[in-house]
């Protein structure tokens, strides 16, 4: 059985940082691609960042660019977002998600398998 377990998340205040980690069982994570997305009261879940699997080339929105980190550590089956110079704006349930295979893909329908998502909240 496939299975994403994010951690990571809480309180943080503008300007703080925050590492969210992503582990994956029942399967191995080398082949597949990561996605992070995050989901705020009473909008949509956005994309986020996105990792491929055999060269860890990277994909982020504009909103974090330059304040977010993607990476993965497939010996550890583990997936992480850095996450820098936090602004209320990024207050959201952060979900990772896996796909097979090499394509970067932005969108929620693209992949196959989600957890369970972890809370983060920028607030002084």
């Known amino acids: 059985q496939v299975q994403l377990v994010e951690s990571g998340g809480g309180l943080v205040q503008p300007g703080g940082s925050l590492r969210l980690s992503c582990v994956a069982s029942g399967y191995t994570l080398d082949y597949y691609a990561i996605g992070w997305f995050r989901q705020a009261p009473g909008k949509e879940r956005e994309w986020v960042s996105c990792?491929?699997?055999?060269?860890?080339?990277?994909s982020y929105t504009d909103s974090v660019k330059g304040r977010f980190t993607v990476s993965r550590d497939n010996a550890k089956n583990t997936a992480y977002l850095q996450m820098d110079s936090l602004k209320p704006e990024d207050t959201a349930v952060y979900y990772c998600?896996?796909?097979?295979?090499?394509?970067?893909?932005?969108?929620?329908?693209?992949?196959?398998?989600w957890g369970q998502g972890t809370q983060v909240t920028v607030s002084s």
């Open positions: 990792i491929r699997s055999y060269d860890s080339t990277a």
């Open positions: 998600a896996a796909r097979p295979g090499t394509i970067l893909a932005t969108v929620p329908s693209a992949y196959d398998y």
